[in-house]
Each structure stands twice: as C-alpha cells, then as structure tokens.
C-alpha cells in the first residue's frame, strides 16, 4: 500500500522582475542604505543574507578563555571536526576578521556550533570576545575550512600535542570521534588553571577514551620534540595531529622528520612561520593616500592597521586569502620563504598582506 504524505503548500514568491522592480523602488526610498542592511536588523540570520551568525552563549572556560556558542544563518553548510571559520567581529567601530577552530560537536539539537578563544595579552579581537562580548552579538562568519581532519580510514593509534589555546581543533576532534579508542593526548598550559577544558580531558581519560599527558610549563618547562616522544614511546606508531605555538610545531616537524615520520605528522599553525626577513621600504596606499615606514619583518598588513588603514584580513597566516590587495609598483617579500614579488607600474600584482613585507618601496591599490 503507498500512503502519500501531505506536502507542505509552498509559499508563493513574487516573480524574480516584479520582485526586482519592488527592490529598486524600496531601494529608492531608503538611499543611502540598502533594503538589506535594514532587513539585517531584523532578520541577520535569514536565507540569502551574508552569512552570519548569533552569539547564543558566551561560557568562561579559564580566566582568559572562552566558549561561544553561536547560532549560524541559514546558508551555513556545516563543518567537519578539526576545522577553523573566520568570524568578522566589530571591534571599536572596525570590522576585524580572524579565524578560530570549531569546538563543537556535530548536529548539536540547538542547531548551534561553538568556538573557543583564548584572550591573549594585547589581543584585539581575543579580548573582545572573551571579556566585552554579549549574547545577542551578531558576527559575519565564513564557511568552514581547514585540512586538520582525520582521514576516512581512521588511525588505529592517535597522538595529539597540544599547548595553550592548541588544544581546541583537537577537542573538536575529540568530541566527535568517539571511534578513536587508542588516544594519547599531550597537553601543556602554563599552570593546572590555565588548561583550557581539563574538567572534560581528565573526564575523558578516566572513561579510558584518552591516555591524558598534562605539563604546566611554568613548573616544569616547555615540552621539546625529544620530551613528547619520550613520554610516548609508542609515537612511531601513531598517526599525530599537533597544534599550539609556532617554535613547538617546528620542533615537532623537524624530529618526525628525521625519524622518517613527516608523513604521519599532521600540523595546524594559528600563526605564520616567518623565515626571511630583510630591508623594507616606504609603502603607500594610493585610494587612501596613507604613506607609512614598512620594516622588513613586519607583514603590511599589521603595519597598515597599526597606522589605522581599515585593511580586509582573515586568518592573518597564509591561509584564507582574506586580506589580497593589488601592488601596484614596487617589490614585497613573503616572509614565509623570502621570495620576492615585484610589479611594474599598472600590474596590480595581488599579494597577501598578512604574509609580505615590504622589499623597498611600493605602492598598494587600497
Ligand atoms: C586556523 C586558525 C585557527 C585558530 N583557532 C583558534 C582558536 O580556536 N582559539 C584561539 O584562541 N585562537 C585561534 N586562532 C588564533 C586567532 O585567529 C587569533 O590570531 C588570536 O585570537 C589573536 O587575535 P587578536 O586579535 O586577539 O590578536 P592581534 O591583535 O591580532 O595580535 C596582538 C598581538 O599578539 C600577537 N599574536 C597574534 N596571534 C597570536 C597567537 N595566536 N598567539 C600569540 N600571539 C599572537 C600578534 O603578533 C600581536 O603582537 C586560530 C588561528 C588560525 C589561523
Ligand atoms: S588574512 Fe588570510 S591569507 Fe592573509
């Protein structure tokens, strides 16, 4: 027997040419804002609207750490455990991107993902959320993105290192893949107080999911590459995900290296390396009129900002593409592995700002 199921009746839509002959006109009456940005007041979330997201929930985890859960609109196409989304966040009237990795678990029933910041001394961005953000707080946010995943066929033996704020990609991990049976995780923060999730982590380890690992650096000093592996003497066998400071992961990258580990070694940077610096320059920013002193160790982006060009950014590491500008003349340095771009006047050249300093003078389209 076939039962039909009753479909719900769909709304009727205006036709796309007289919905666009609407839109001009109310567009007419609401110059100089756009119809949108008025319907952004009332509805931030709705279809079709950048995307957004709601901050449901702001939930201290340490003295400077945060979660916040957020509510996102409705074009969000979800994410896979491990990776980052770039939040814009109005900090002091400027909008400033940045990139923080998603905590939390999947198709949680309040429809909501969350992030975990960790205000860091002198931080922009990181102090705001943690200490000055409210629920109700609505953010533009991006889709998720990011390659610290767990492969399909899952490792039957994991290790994590982490350290400070390093940790959450990994509790995204940790929360979602309860398949994991045979985990070590090796964490430090400076002090017991300041591991971020512990109450959960040592919950974990006493269910036997993890073999938990915790160091506090300010008693008992950093963990080196040689220290990790010795407190783990099975890490040959383990596939490893690691995250935390940039001086840590290089550690890492150079002693699986040499143990012909490079390829089960997986690594996430919330900073760039940088490698090569050198001489820099005057830059200027043509639509601005903004001429500044670049060092050559500085990428432009910070520069630009710390002058007050409104710059556009995202991760601020490499990764996102976020803050492309066109160089218009003049030669910039990527601080990752020293190559130099040069443009000739009327190239527009695009760099990433965030990763290239200036090599000599040159002149940005911004
Ligand atoms: C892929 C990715 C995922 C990330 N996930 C998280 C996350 O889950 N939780 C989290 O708290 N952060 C995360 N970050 C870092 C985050 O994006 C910001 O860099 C961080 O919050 C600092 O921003 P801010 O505006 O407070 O500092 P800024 O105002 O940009 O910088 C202030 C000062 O601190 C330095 N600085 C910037 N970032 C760091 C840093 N991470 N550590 C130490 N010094 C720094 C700057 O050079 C500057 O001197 C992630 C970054 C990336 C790229
Ligand atoms: S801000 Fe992401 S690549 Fe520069």
Aim: one cysteine or more.
């Amino acid at each position: 027997m076939t039962t039909t199921v009753p479909q719900p009746t769909p709304a009727r839509q205006p036709r796309p040419a007289l919905r666009d002959r609407v839109l001009k006109l109310v567009e007419l009456a609401t110059t100089p804002l756009l119809p949108t940005d008025y319907l952004d007041l009332v509805a931030p979330l709705r279809s079709g609207a950048a995307l957004r997201g709601r901050i449901e929930a702001v939930l201290p985890e340490t003295r400077d750490a945060a979660t916040l859960v957020i509510r996102p609109g409705r074009g969000w196409r979800g994410h896979t455990p491990g990776q980052y989304v770039r939040i814009g966040v109005d900090v002091d009237g400027v909008r400033q991107w940045r990139a923080y990795s998603l905590t939390s678990r999947l198709g949680r029933a309040d429809g909501c993902i969350a992030i975990t910041v960790k205000a860091i001394p002198g931080g922009t961005v990181s102090n705001h959320l943690v200490h000055r953000t409210a629920p109700g707080t609505v953010i533009q946010l991006d889709q998720a993105a990011g390659e610290f995943v767990l492969p399909t066929q899952r490792p039957a033996k994991a290790l994590f290192v982490t350290a400070g704020s390093g940790i959450t990609p990994v509790m995204g991990l940790l929360r979602n893949h309860p398949e994991l049976t045979d985990v070590v995780l090796v964490h430090s923060a400076p002090t017991p107080e300041d591991v971020v999730f512990a109450a959960e982590l040592w919950s974990l380890a006493a269910d036997g999911r993890i073999r938990l690992v915790e160091q506090h650096t300010d008693t008992a000093g950093l963990l080196d590459a040689a220290g990790i592996a010795a407190l783990v003497p099975d890490s040959a066998e383990r596939a490893t995900w690691a995250c935390g400071p940039v001086g840590m992961l290089e550690a890492i990258e150079e002693h699986w290296a040499a143990a012909g580990l490079a390829d089960r070694l997986y690594t996430e940077r919330f900073r760039p390396t940088v490698l090569v610096t050198g001489e820099g320059g005057t830059v200027s920013f043509a639509r601005s009129g903004t001429t500044l002193e670049a060092d050559g160790a500085t990428p432009i982006l910070d520069v630009a900002e710390e002058a007050g060009v409104l710059m556009p950014s995202g991760c601020r590491m490499g990764i996102c593409f976020g803050c492309v500008l066109p160089l218009r003349e003049g030669a910039v340095r990527d601080l990752r592995n020293g190559e130099i771009t040069t443009a000739a006047p009327g190239d527009g050249v695009l760099i990433q700002t965030c990763i290239s300093a200036a090599a000599g003078a040159c002149d940005i389209d911004h």
